[in-house]
């Protein structure tokens, strides 16, 4: 079974710019995760989709990031503009349901300059 | 604040030992616990999911434990080998549809 994709696998960019993320989750997996992981640190959670509606985003800082789960299948993730403290892996991640083991990508890698 | 904490430190031991490593949490009622893998350059790979009504979970060489007095699993890889070398990280679930949040990982480096 094809896992999680995502795109790209790193971006560099300068600060006040503005980058995107894409996930393709596996085929019929219900619910889709952004986690931001800094260098050292475990996943933090970003934003949570049940289908294409979101379950948590409080953790988002919404003036600068969004995201969004069209038609319930890939994912979009955006952060405009960005900050130096923006640097970091993005990981996307898919499972079944909710309560259910997650099935992580390899990840975007960002850096801000 | 709620709070998950591994030993940041990395543990170091000799193949064949049985490498132990610690997940504690604090301000935190979770319905389960699961265990993840992490290589260097790649996303996490699910091992062991274990909830707040058992005791003990086996897989293969894997052990986990889960005490929520103490608030506190306990990893276990039995006979570990080089190719067990990588970051451990532990996730606890709530339940009831939310997230999972992660502590900050161990790594084990496993010396041949």
């Known amino acids: 079974e094809a896992g999680v994709a995502q795109s790209p696998r790193y971006k560099i960019i300068e600060k006040r710019q503005s980058v995107a993320f894409w996930c393709n989750p596996i085929?019929?997996?219900?619910?889709l995760y952004w986690y931001q992981q800094i260098l050292g640190q475990g996943p933090k959670l970003l934003i949570q989709?049940?289908?294409?509606?979101?379950?948590?985003d409080s953790q988002l800082p919404k003036d600068r990031f969004s995201a969004e789960r069209l038609k319930g299948v890939d994912s979009t993730l955006k952060i405009q503009p960005a900050k130096l403290e923006d640097s970091a892996v993005y990981l996307c991640a898919s499972s079944l349901s909710t309560d259910e083991k997650l099935f992580f990508g390899s990840g975007t890698q960002l850096s801000v300059l | 604040s709620q709070k998950i904490e591994q030993n940041s430190e990395a543990l170091n031991i000799q193949e064949g030992k049985t490498a132990t490593l610690t997940c504690n949490y604090t301000?935190?009622?979770?319905?389960?616990l699961q265990w993840y893998r992490q290589d260097p350059g790649r996303g996490p790979v699910f091992l062991l999911l274990?909830?707040?009504?058992?005791k003990e979970k086996r897989k293969e060489r894997l052990k986990v434990t889960f005490d929520t007095t103490l608030k506190q699993s306990l990893f276990h890889i039995t006979a570990s080998q080089p190719a067990d070398s990588a970051t451990y990280l532990c996730?606890?679930?709530?339940?009831?549809?939310?997230?999972?949040?992660f502590g900050s990982g161990t790594r084990l480096q496993v010396q041949p």
């Open positions: 274990i909830r707040e009504n058992e």
């Open positions: 085929s019929g997996h219900a619910t």
């Open positions: 989709f049940q289908n294409n509606g979101v379950v948590d």
């Open positions: 301000n935190y009622s979770p319905a389960y």
């Open positions: 996730a606890l679930g709530k339940g009831a549809g939310r997230a999972l949040t």
